[in-house]
């Protein structure tokens, strides 16, 4: 797999070594945005648990945040947008097969709402005003994107969004993207808690952890450690 952007030499060097895609760049984390919560939410509530499909630039940063987030079960980096054929990284990777770089994360509707949850992904797991981009990765592979499963989750994240926008909370207007759901696959083994397993690789430490400190510092009573990982399930 190619890497599209270094460090250094040595950082590409390194990056081609390890075979993983994610660009490396000088350019860190965007900085978390501090937003009310959703005006229009479903209650917590008791019964089976749920999952939320969403994106927003490379997976393993997106992953690694929702890990860290108290109620949430499991978190698998994936493909959405697309279809099963073209659902593996090197083809989604030219930006052609209609698929986004996603994550499914499965939570306890007893302990977080899926408003609460888009909160957390809003303020702190991406930028939602970039458009086809995040960080140093781009193309529509690393589109902001909420992939609904139903009507409620449909209306919860269209009215978050009309929310956010209304109050100006974003210094430019919000690009998310609110698509059914078609499909979610999930990527290769390699891809699945990339940052637990490589905690010190330049694109972790520049574009993800900053991420996860941002989750801590603004939503302490959401955090968690250890986090929810998918080979511990």
């Not at 509530?45 to 490379?58: D, H, I, K, P, S």
């Not at 449909?154 to 207007?173: D, N």
């Not at 059914?180 to 690789?201: S, T, V």
């Not at 520049?206 to 400190?213: A, C, E, G, S």
């Amino acid at each position: 797999m190619s890497v599209k952007r270094s460090l250094s030499s040595c950082v590409a060097t390194l990056a081609l070594v390890l075979g993983v895609g994610c660009s490396a760049a000088t350019r860190g984390a965007e900085p978390p945005t501090l937003i009310p919560a959703p005006a229009l939410d479903n209650p917590k509530a008791g019964g089976a648990l749920q999952t939320a499909v969403v994106a927003g630039g490379c997976f393993w940063g997106i992953q690694g945040v929702f890990e860290h987030v108290r109620g949430v079960r499991q978190v698998l980096a994936g493909y959405a947008g697309g279809s099963r054929p073209t659902a593996q990284y090197e083809q989604v990777s030219s930006g052609r097969t209609g698929h986004a770089e996603s994550v499914q994360i499965t939570f306890d509707p007893r302990e977080l709402s899926y408003g609460e949850l888009l909160q957390i992904y809003f303020s702190v797991a991406h930028d939602p005003t970039q458009l086809n981009r995040q960080g140093p990765d781009s193309g529509s592979q690393y589109r902001s994107a909420i992939f609904y499963a139903d009507a409620t989750q449909r209306r919860i994240a269209e009215s978050y969004i009309a929310q956010l926008q209304q109050g100006k909370s974003f210094a430019a207007p919000i690009v998310t993207r609110v698509d059914g759901l078609e499909g979610f696959y999930p990527a290769e083994g390699y891809h699945q808690d990339f940052y637990l397993k490589n905690p010190h690789h330049p694109y972790i430490v520049i574009n993800d952890l900053p991420k996860i400190r941002n989750l801590q510092a603004l939503f302490p009573d959401r955090y968690r450690d250890p986090p929810a990982s998918v080979a511990a399930r």
